[in-house]
């Protein structure tokens, strides 16, 4: 018995780690023995970005909706643009929106040099997504230029490098973002560090507001 169970550890770990970082971190049954909520805590996340009720949020990279079915949630008076640059993954989020009957999330099709919104935001939301974006200081000059309100924030959350524990299994090189380059980054797009919580382990949590209303 204790062989078995072993051998099917072995079995998913392998499997597992043959995901690659990003998409295996979104994809898994997080309901059966991994708990993603448990260390990507969600409900504090979003807390800890302190939106109004009728808050516009676009989340970029939004992959299966894990936290644009969240924000849907939290936010039942807001809208939600869950953004995706593929077919597949795009499908996949109307399939969620409809299912869960999610009627202020609006799913977009989106490009890799531009997220298309319809319209302006509260807040840009990425997460494990930053480090597959070319160009972030242009990219995030046209974020703010065309796509955030006055007052409006970005917020990354990003794999760290010296993630610990069974997490690291889950890292391939080049899936994760240096919190120093990001900031160094934003700040060429015109934006400044305003926040930086840290009660993620395994990933760096960072706020940002455009340079001119961050020192106001």
């Known amino acids: 018995m204790i062989r078995t169970l072993i051998s099917n550890v072995c079995w998913s770990m392998v499997l597992l780690a043959s995901l690659s970082a990003c998409q295996g971190f979104d994809r898994l049954d997080y309901s059966q023995g991994?708990?993603?909520?448990?260390?990507?805590?969600?409900?504090?996340?979003?807390?800890?970005?302190?939106?109004?009720?009728?808050?516009?949020?676009?989340d970029l990279g939004a992959g299966s909706g894990y936290f644009s079915q969240r924000f849907a949630g939290a936010l039942p008076e807001g809208k939600i643009y869950a953004v995706e640059v593929t077919p597949e993954l795009t499908r996949g989020l109307e399939e969620l929106r409809v299912a869960e009957n999610l009627n202020n999330l609006q799913v977009v099709s989106g490009a890799f040099a531009d997220p298309k919104l319809p319209e302006r935001v509260d807040l840009i939301f990425l997460v494990n997504t930053y480090h597959h974006i070319e160009n972030q200081a242009d990219y995030f000059a046209l974020v703010r230029e065309k796509y955030l309100k006055p007052g409006g924030r970005v917020a990354t959350i990003d794999h760290r490098h010296d993630m610990s524990g069974i997490m690291r299994l889950f890292l391939s090189?080049?899936?994760?973002?240096?919190?120093?380059?990001?900031?160094?980054?934003?700040?060429?797009?015109?934006?400044?560090?305003?926040?930086?919580?840290?009660?993620l382990a395994n990933q760096n949590f960072q706020i940002f507001s455009p340079i001119e209303a961050a020192t106001q």
Do not use: K, Y
């Open 173 to 199: 090189a080049g899936h994760w973002s240096d919190p120093t380059i990001v900031r160094e980054q934003m700040r060429a797009a015109g934006f400044q560090e305003t926040a930086a919580p840290d009660f």
């Open 34 to 58: 991994f708990s993603r909520a448990s260390w990507q805590q969600p409900d504090r996340v979003i807390q800890e970005l302190d939106l109004s009720p009728n808050a516009i949020v676009a």
